[in-house]
């Protein structure tokens, strides 16, 4: 596993192209340092191998903190401009933090686009959040809506209410098409 995160890690921190990760990479890292802390607490401290093991794990966790934020940013910068990424390059988690991020971005843009045409700034910060009726034409693993509540999983033909925000970018990446009530 150290390997794998080493190579993962040296590519998404020298790249500017957000790099592909497995869907369950992140599972897997932290599983991976569990294993590292349980076989550590079995060690006397004062050995060799519980040296090299804290070494490790200190390593792992400073190349996962490294690529989690390069990650983000990559993932922020794609969003801002409003580039599409492909789910392929992204883990389960990181998908439904990029759902997240759509809305705003969306936001700040259309702010930003006003400011230049001359209107007078104004940023709507409703706190209630319509909802649009959606039917879903591929399987969506649970996300975390605009007004912060979990929706799904879903399945193909699965019939939903979300926020009107998460709905259009799930309509706008073809996974799901507006119900008419």
């Known amino acids: ?6 190579e993962v890690w040296e590519g998404e921190v020298e790249k500017v192209e957000l790099g592909k990760l497995s869907s369950d990479f992140y599972s897997r ?24 093991l804290k070494s490790e794990m200190r390593n792992v966790k400073r190349m ?10 990559k993932l922020v910068k794609k969003a801002a401009n409003g580039e599409k990424i492909s ?7 990181e998908k439904k933090i990029y759902i997240g991020i759509l809305p705003f971005a969306e936001a700040y843009q259309s702010f930003v686009k006003n400011i230049f045409r001359g209107y007078s700034p104004k940023v709507n910060v409703d706190q209630k959040h319509k909802k649009t009726v959606i039917r879903f034409l591929k ?8 007004d912060m509540e979990t929706y799904g999983p879903f399945r193909v033909e699965d ?5 009107a925000e998460n709905a259009k970018i799930l309509v706008k990446q ?8």
């Open 1 to 6: 596993m150290y390997n794998e995160l080493y």
């Open 29 to 52: 890292i932290a599983d991976y340092l569990r294993r590292l802390k349980e076989e550590g607490r079995m060690l006397d401290k004062r050995t060799v191998k519980a040296r090299l």
């Open 64 to 73: 996962v903190d490294e690529l989690v934020q390069a990650r983000y940013r």
């Open 87 to 93: 789910s392929g390059f992204l883990t389960v988690e």
């Open 139 to 146: 399987e969506v693993p649970a996300i975390i809506g605009a």
């Open 159 to 163: 019939v939903a209410s979300l926020p």
């Open 174 to 181: 073809g996974l799901t098409e507006r119900v008419e009530v």
